[in-house]
Nanobody, 114 residues
C-alpha cells in the first residue's frame, strides 16, 4: 500500500513564501513522476508542477518563475518551494505520485491573505 503524506501548508501574506513537502512510502517499485496539483474553492483541480524520475520539470504558466519543484530519491520526497505568493494561489495542494498507478495525498491547505 502506498501512502503520501503532505506537510507545509498554512497561512501566508501576499508576497510571502511557503515550502510544501510530500513523502511517499510503501510498496513503490518504480516512480515515473511526482508532482503537485491544487484545487481552489469552486474550481477544478489543476496541475501546478511535476518532476519526472529523470529530473525533467513542468510548470503551470501561472506559477512559472515563482514556484520550484524538487525531489529527493531516497526517501521518495517531493518539494514545492512557493515564492511571491498571490491570493489566487489559495487552494488545497495535493501531492501526486505516478507509478504504474496514480496516487494522491489528502491535501494541504495554502491560504494567501493579508
Amino acid at each position: 500500500q502506498v501512502q503520501l503524506v503532505e506537510s507545509g501548508g498554512g497561512l501566508v501574506q501576499p508576497g510571502g513564501s511557503l515550502r510544501l513537502s510530500c513523502a511517499a512510502s510503501g510498496s513503490i517499485f518504480r516512480i515515473y513522476a511526482m508532482g503537485w496539483y491544487r484545487q481552489a474553492p469552486g474550481k477544478q483541480r489543476e496541475l501546478v508542477a511535476t518532476i519526472t524520475s529523470g529530473g525533467s520539470t513542468n510548470y503551470a504558466d501561472s506559477v512559472k518563475g515563482r514556484f520550484a519543484i524538487s525531489r529527493d530519491n531516497a526517501p521518495n520526497t517531493v518539494y514545492l518551494q512557493m515564492n511571491s505568493l498571490k491570493p489566487e494561489d489559495t487552494a488545497v495542494y495535493y501531492c501526486n505520485l505516478q507509478t504504474n498507478m496514480v496516487y494522491w495525498g489528502k491535501g494541504t491547505l495554502v491560504t494567501v491573505s493579508s
